[in-house]
């Protein structure tokens, strides 16, 4: 779990600590703006305190990408309440005018470990910016004490093109609430399922009206993701509706075994897409021989990098990528 590098096709940069020495800003429009109050961000600040200070220093009407790090989330002592960033994020939708993407909790597993990002409840972002085009979120908390963990319910957002959600755990009311949604423009969903240990709460079953292609008229590109159930998860692709519209399909990260490729093989024709993202698998050499065979002669680009070894026999000697 690295900081990423890129936001909607911007390059990250951070926005320097409040005593660094003066140095020219980028234009406002040209980056992903980083915020954090460790490493080279805002530190000596609260989040608050920097959140404010950048809002004054760029020319936020022309942001269009903003990355929150450390400091905005996290573990430490001096981390922001998640319901306070989200508080603040929303009530600048007046002065980020021209925002299109936002990734929240932006950290390294050094910063924090996957399952102690906390996260609350997401939705008040879209409402607040109709014209968002992307949205990442890293991490969920639910199941830990008492925190809330990740929640987002059911919406109509006109302009999202991009949902990542990335977590050890995905609560069941979250992939209720992404399948109940009315996403007209939504082009990309990545899901990661996570473990029961870390949170899941979800089944495949929440995710029905996304894979029956009653919902989101415009996917193309579908991620279910790190998870402990991959091989029922396999199933159900291969007899969902939605997969004959896709270009890219991702099962990668998880738990995936022989009898879920099975069922891919099995299932409805895989040749119509360009990706096939299988890696960290724990498949055998022939299966993944037999995947090969099957599609990249019909140009299907697919990722079967990463082989692990099960511990067992077994499904319960088998992990997925991102847990803890």
Known sequence: MDHITELHGLPVHTFPASDAPPSPLPAAETV???LSILDEGVFGESFEEGWRRFLDTVDPARVRALVLGPGAYGTDNDAADPAETVKLLAGAADRLTGLEAVYLADLTFEESELSWIVQGDVTPVLAAYPRLRELGVRGSGGGFGDAPGLRLHALRHEGLRVLR???????AEVAR???ASDLPALERLDLWLGTEDYGRTATVADLAPVLDGGRLPSLRRLGLRNCDLQDE???AVASAPVVARLS???LSLGTLGDAGAEALLTG???THLEELDLHHHYLSEPMT???REALEPFGVRVNLDEREEAEEDDEFGRYVAAGE
């Open 32 to 34: 992903a703006w980083r």
């Open 165 to 171: 959600l990335e977590n050890g755990g995905l609560p």
């Open 177 to 179: 609430g992404v399948a």
């Open 233 to 235: 998860v396999a199933a």
């Open 248 to 250: 890219a399909l991702d």
């Open 268 to 270: 409805q024709p895989l």
């Open 289 to 291: 021989a037999r995947l």
